[in-house]
Nanobody, 112 residues
Framework: VQLMESGGGLVQPGGSLRLSCAASGFPFSSTDMGWYRQALGKQREFVGRISASSWTYYDNSVKGRFTISRDNAKRMVFLQMNSLKPEDTAVYYC???????WGQGTQVTVSS
């Protein structure tokens, strides 16, 4: 399992970012995928998931602001983040469900 996240950066509160995750090493199109995040000094937490059939579920902390999508042909999953808040600052990771090896993640910093 290989996962490579990208698209993070510094954004002002209220701004948007789109994260991407490229996956390989497993049957992507038939695998549920998840996004997770880990803030400095805290445990990694669940953000949301997308099923193989593109059904989505989100943690209450991001519901209505974040959207997960996938492109099976490109073996990629995306996290569109809108109305970002300082508390969204974290390293963001994608993974298959059940989780396998973790990638390096991508840093998202929300600050003015």
């Amino acid at each position: 399992v290989q996962l490579m996240e990208s698209g993070g950066g510094l954004v002002q509160p209220g701004g948007s970012l789109r994260l991407s995750c490229a996956a390989s090493g497993f049957p992507f199109s038939s695998t549920d995928m998840g996004w997770y995040r880990q803030a400095l000094g805290k445990q990694r937490e669940f953000v949301g998931r997308i099923s193989a059939s593109s059904w989505t579920y989100y943690d209450n902390s991001v519901k209505g602001r974040f959207t997960i999508s996938r492109d099976n042909a490109k073996r990629m999953v995306f996290l569109q983040m809108n109305s970002l808040k300082p508390e969204d600052t974290a390293v963001y990771y994608c993974n298959k469900i059940p989780t396998g090896n973790w990638g390096q993640g991508t840093q998202v910093t929300v600050s003015s």
